[in-house]
């Protein structure tokens, strides 16, 4: 382990400044599993000042039009661009992804998230309609809800941070922001560029620290009217519960256990490799990750070869090697939840087709104790067993045969969540029917995780409540009122 001096040291941004904490967490690199960084174990005392400074900020932040503030985002966005590849190694560093994969998807997408929303907030429109039997017009405002309070996981960590502080300040709130604490550094590093943005002193305010310390003084403090969460059900279910005194608004980004159906006339040359990436894309740590194949039965034999070759030859290296196509998990302890599930499909009498226990992982001596696993496809599991039901959240996923469109609808529908799922066909027809059966917030048909941020993104069932994207997340960071004027 690092020496206490090596290590970087986090500090919560409040008010436009870096403020030390009284108390501090070890936050691991998961490619080695020593500690690198200290990140502030912050608790109720910050939250409270992080609360004066957004209410102080609010009147100001709030009375400045749409076009001033888009400004400020679109600074923001190009500070992040011209830091890409610092954000990318740092983002690297801290979750276990591979280089590349920040390098493309993560921090382009953050630096997108402030050019989108600084763009979406110029073009909405409010409704308008008359009574003249009655010489009444009634219309509605828009006003911004006041502080939000924005809690993102540690899977892709400043992009879903950026997800949500972009649509809250575009729309005139002021914010508090708490980044896993599992993974702080890159929202670190944003607050250093507010400044020079223009996002005055108190609009943006990041306070690090754990869910049950920090996170439940958040979500707990009165003068903070929303929450948008992402993360896991078991968190999202107490946070509702803490909300609930209070009345607040919620948006819960939650989990998935999302199914991909292959029908016999997919074209194979594209949805095998598309549903390697869709399993183990980020290590598995997507909540729109694949984690049951339904193949249909004529095809079963030939998919499954082929996709376990795939398999193969998704590279599993270190984070800084740019031919690895992923990285390490983000915890020991989450490695071990993984591999348990594994264990548990195996004593059930399912087959480990690759991966786990089957192949042997290489790495360079210095990552032996890193957080590590192989891509895993079982096969031969039951629809009843916990692999099949549960989100595991890591390169796992199992591979079943079906026979007919109605039977696989069934089954892809019987798990709690109904977040993601992935249809192959080239029947049009069929892809229609199947989509509108699906319970399912997204359905991606012969394609996987294709984003367009003006429509709504979200779950049903226990994979969330509310939606994100253009309007929707307008709408959730907006209070709306109806005025009638009588003439
Ligand atoms: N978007 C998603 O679907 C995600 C799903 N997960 C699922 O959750 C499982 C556990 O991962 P965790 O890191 O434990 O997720 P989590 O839901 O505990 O953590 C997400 C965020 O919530 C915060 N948090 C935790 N407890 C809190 C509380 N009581 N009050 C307020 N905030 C709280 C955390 O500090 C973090 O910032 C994963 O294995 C995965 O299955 C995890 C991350 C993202
Ligand atoms: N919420 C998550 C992913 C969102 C992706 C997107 O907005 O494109 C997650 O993995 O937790």
């Not at 256990?257 to 740590?285: H, L, R, Y």
């Not at 594994?342 to 992982?361: P, R, S, Y």
Request: glycine share 6%.
């Amino acid at each position: 382990m690092a020496g206490t001096k090596a290590l970087l040291t986090l500090e919560n941004f409040i008010n436009g400044k870096f403020v030390p904490c009284n108390s501090y967490i070890d936050s691991y690199d998961p490619s080695t599993g020593d500690v690198y960084c200290r990140v502030p174990n912050s608790g109720k005392e910050e939250i409270d000042a992080a609360v004066e400074a957004a209410r102080a900020a609010f009147p100001g932040w709030s009375a400045r039009s749409p076009q001033e503030r888009s400004q400020v985002l679109h600074r923001l966005a190009d500070l992040l661009e011209q830091s890409l590849e610092e954000l990318a190694q740092a983002e690297s560093r801290d979750q276990g992804k591979t280089i590349t994969l920040a390098r493309t998807m993560d921090i382009p997408r953050s630096v997108q998230n402030f050019r989108f929303f600084a763009s979406s907030i110029l073009h909405h429109t409010s409704e308008c309609t008359q009574m003249d039997h009655m010489g009444c017009l009634h219309y509605t405002v828009r006003a911004p809800v006041g502080i939000a309070g924005l809690i993102s996981p540690w899977n892709l960590p400043l992009y879903l941070l950026t997800w949500k502080v972009a649509p809250a300040i575009a729309a005139g709130n002021t914010v508090i922001a708490k980044p896993s604490e599992l993974t702080s550094v890159t929202a670190w590093m944003m607050c250093k560029l507010l400044e020079r943005a223009g996002v005055p002193p108190g609009v943006v305010n990041i306070v690090f620290g754990t869910g049950p310390r920090v996170g439940e003084a958040l979500v707990s403090h009165p003068e903070v009217p929303l929450i948008s969460f992402t993360g896991s059900q078991p968190t999202a279910e107490r946070i509702t519960q803490l909300s609930a005194p209070h009345c607040k608004k919620l948006s819960l980004e939650l989990g998935g256990k999302n199914p991909a159906i292959i029908f016999e006339d997919a074209n194979m040359e594209e949805c095998i490799p598309t549903t390697v990436k869709s399993s183990f894309a980020n290590q598995g740590e997507i909540c729109l990750c694949t984690s049951r194949i339904f193949v249909q039965k004529s095809i079963y034999s030939e998919f499954l070869e082929k996709f376990v070759e795939a398999t193969r030859m998704w590279k599993v290296g270190i984070p800084s090697d740019p031919s690895a196509s992923m990285g390490a998990l983000i915890s020991k302890a989450h490695l071990e939840k993984v591999r348990s599930y594994i264990k548990k499909a195996q004593m059930e009498g399912a087959q480990i087709l690759c991966g786990e226990g089957v192949d042997t992982l290489n790495l360079p001596r210095r990552n032996q104790a890193g957080y590590f696993m192989l891509p895993t496809v079982i096969t031969d599991i039951k629809d009843e067993s916990c692999c099949m039901k549960e989100e595991i959240f890591g390169p796992v996923t199992c591979v079943v045969p079906f026979d007919s469109e109605e039977e696989v609808i069934q089954r892809a529908n019987s798990v709690k969540y109904g977040l993601a799922a992935t249809v192959w066909s080239s029947n049009v027809g069929r892809i229609h029917r199947v989509a509108k059966k699906l319970q399912s917030g997204l359905v991606w048909t012969n394609c996987w995780l294709i984003r367009e941020l003006n429509l709504p993104f979200g779950g049903m069932k226990s994979s969330g409540v509310g939606r994100e994207g253009a309007k929707d997340s307008y709408e959730f960071f907006t209070e709306i009122k109806t005025i009638t004027i009588k003439h």
